[in-house]
């Protein structure tokens, strides 16, 4: 074997090619982070910054795993990727810090890209150990073997997480679903609450009610993502409600009818999880700016 086959094997060699996947993979996680960053999450309390930390964190661990053939670093960088998951995951099951993620194309292929970059780097982090002349000493072949069985486990280890991690994500997705607003055409009826010093809108249950700068009283335009989101107030208002403010519908691009109030479409918040809560105030989020709606004085 000559020296350039030796070197060709050394840095492109299949084991060499896990890591360079996986920090591929682990560049391609923060750049969809500093996508969703860059167009909105930004705006989101502390979901922000994580996402910020979580761009800069992939970027760096990326270029120093990319720099050193390390155990170590690819070890940090897989699990990296695998608590970046872990966060979506829950993010979609229960919320995290006021927010709930809903099932999106970008969340799903991020989603896919961390467990495959966790199983590449897991993966080289534990392979093999090459050595240019063979231990003839018992303690050495002992040795030799305890970390050689070490390393299988960590492979079986990683197979094995690789798949639980699969599975949770293909179990949160259905879930991942906003609770409807719709009332079948029903009568819908509102309150009015104190939240944070302000006197707004709620549904029946007490939860907070929105407006989305970009829409007109004619026209909602949250519609497919967005309402997954943000939920349209569905039916028509009550009558004889005492609460200071013109209620009307609009007809939204379904057919269905949309309560609105003083000219704004309505609308709830997936990431309110109880009466009271205002997580999606003065976000900018789908396109616009979402506030909290105030009632009339």
């Known amino acids: 074997m000559n020296q350039l086959t030796r070197v060709r094997e050394r840095h492109f060699g ?25 167009t909105g999450y930004n ?22 795993t990319i720099a050193s053939k390390g155990r170590l670093l690819s070890a940090a ?25 809903v099932r999106t194309t970008a969340g799903i292929v991020a989603g896919i890209v961390e467990i495959v970059g966790f199983s590449l780097l897991a993966t080289y982090a534990s392979r093999p150990e ?16 305890v970390d050689g069985r070490t390393l299988l486990a960590g492979r079986w280890v990683t197979g094995a997480l690789t798949l639980l991690a699969a599975i949770s994500l293909v179990l949160a997705l259905p879930n991942a679903s906003a609770p409807s607003n719709n009332d079948g055409g029903k009568h819908v009826s509102f309150k009015v609450a104190d939240i ?3 006197q707004v809108l709620t549904n029946a249950q007490g939860f907070t009610l929105y407006w989305f700068v970009p829409d007109s ?8 993502t967005c309402a997954a989101y943000w939920p349209p107030v569905i039916g028509s208002p009550s009558p004889g409600m005492s609460i200071v403010g013109t209620f009307a519908t609009l007809k939204r691009s379904n057919g269905a009818a949309q309560v609105t109030y003083n ?34 004085k």
């Not at 002349?133 to 073997?145: A, D, F, G, I």
């Not at 997936?270 to 616009?288: C, E, K, T, Y």
């Open 43 to 64: 705006t989101i309390p502390t979901i922000g910054w994580l996402f910020l930390m979580q761009v800069i964190a992939a970027f760096v661990l990326a270029t120093a």
């Open 263 to 296: 000219g704004h479409p309505l609308y709830t918040y997936v990431g309110d999880s109880a009466p009271g809560q205002a997580n999606g105030n003065h976000i900018r989020l789908n396109g616009g700016w979402w506030y909290e709606m105030k009632v009339s």
């Open 217 to 224: 009283p004619s026209m909602s335009r949250c519609s497919a």
């Open 130 to 145: 090459h050595r240019a002349q063979p231990t003839v000493s018992p303690s050495s072949r002992h040795k030799s073997n």
């Open 196 to 198: 944070h010093g302000n």
């Open 77 to 101: 960088s897989a699990g990296f990727l695998a608590s970046t998951l872990v966060g979506y995951v829950l993010s979609l099951r229960l919320g995290l810090f006021g927010f709930r993620e």
């Open 14 to 38: 299949p084991w060499q090619l896990l890591r360079y996947g996986g920090c591929a993979l682990l560049i391609t996680t923060g750049a969809i982070h500093l996508d969703l960053y860059l």
